[in-house]
DNA sequence: GGCAGGCTTGCGGTCATCCACAATAGCGGC
DNA sequence: GCCGCTATTGTGGATGACCGCAAGCCTGCC
């Protein structure tokens, strides 16, 4: 786990005024902010293991805000992302959307709203902080294991015996054995079983299950 | 497999005009299409095994677009719809996207657009079908177990020995292999790994994995 | 009352898994 | 050359999974 961050509302706007109120606006409704004057000090400061949500206006001198929420997607950022704007339209509001944007609302828009859609985009995120970090930790030791106890380990979610696996391999069923106890091992688990359903949680193992029937 | 339905790209719209020019457009681009003069009556006729996806006008007379999705949804379809109006505002489409709307295009609008977005909804939903249809194959497998059964089951798949099952259960042994030996057989699977899979992938079983460490 | 379906159990045997103890061998780095 | 890591194999035994055969009990339904 190396969540240590608190989850903080990033309010990304050129305009000072605007900051100055959002900050007001979620401070005083217990809301943890930080803002920063435009994307591209954002991007630098930052970190992939920052926590809760951003609120960025749309258009902005420098870097645009879409642009911005592309530049992290690709940098792996999953930040519930709302945008807001003073001159929207239908299918800019679209695009974010089907981009991944968390909301899309103009201005002038109600506080009350805001800090409810806030709110949400922050439960999101820790709903994906959750399942995000069990990918992680999977992936992780999956890193530990060696060329040939992953080929068992794919072997063995296959459903093959270590008999059979031993044949496909050229090796003895000793051997088998021993791959196999090192792969739950490092992988921390004590049976197939929790083996099979740890990495499809995760999504970390397309298993060719041959359909029975 | 229930699935004998062709894929088609409905059209809704109360007004003639644009079904007869979506319709043409349609055909001309061998994408098969059907049109509604109303979300009533497409409601009316829609079936649960229908594929393919909907382009449909938000403002109508008598049932407007909006609510004929959310009639839609909690009828457990998630056919694709795109939404198309000739007034819409921002939050009208925000609202349509984040309900679950696929996309939401303004007239006028491109052909080629249009087509080329039918396209991927019809894409999506050919994905979703697939998934769909696993999950719903092993729901009916699921149904056919007993309760004693699907206890057996829950134990097997928290990692549980046959021994330990017994015991919770205050039943013999071997009367838990018999069961286990049903819920393999009755699920289609021959053995816990498959069954983990199963259940994990179709998301149809919350094991309470006891995290290790 | 009889029949079907579900839940239960025992016996005995085969096959698979798991593990401790023990050992050989290649490879890259200090 | 020694050390650490990985891959390899063997023996033997304890434990668990799986199966065929056989059978008793209870409940709901015709």
């Known amino acids: ?71 992290l997607r690709q940098r792996g950022s999953t930040l519930p992302i709302i945008f807001i704007t003073g001159h929207g339209d239908v299918p800019m509001a679209v695009g974010a959307l089907k981009r991944g944007a968390f909301d899309f609302i103009e ?13 949400s985009a922050l439960d999101e995120d820790a709903r994906n902080q959750a399942r995000r970090s069990a990918r992680v930790d ?32 050229n090796i003895s069923m000793r051997t088998v054995e021993v791959h196999r106890a090192r792969v739950f091992e490092k ?4 049976s197939a079983v929790e083996l099979a359903q740890q990495l499809t949680l995760a999504g970390l193992y397309n298993s060719a299950t041959p359909s029975a029937e």
Not at 108 to 113: G, I, W
Not at 142 to 167: C, S
């Open 107 to 119: 201005k002038p828009f109600d506080d009350n709203a805001l800090v409810d859609i806030v709110q």
């Open 138 to 169: 999977v992936a992780a030791r999956l890193e530990q294991l060696t060329g040939r106890e992953r080929e068992v380990m794919g072997l063995i979610l296959a459903g093959k015996f270590n008999k059979v696996i031993a044949d496909e391999l």
């Open 1 to 71: 786990m190396t969540t240590d961050t608190t989850p903080l509302t990033h309010i990304v706007d050129d305009d000072e005024a605007i900051r100055d109120a959002l900050s007001w606006l979620f401070r005083t409704r217990n809301v943890p902010c930080a803002t920063w004057a435009s994307a591209e000090d954002f991007l630098a400061a930052y970190q992939e293991d920052w926590r809760g949500c951003i609120v960025m206006d749309i258009r902005m001198h420098g870097m645009s805000g879409l642009d911005c929420s592309t530049a």
């Open 187 to 190: 992988m921390g688990v004590r």
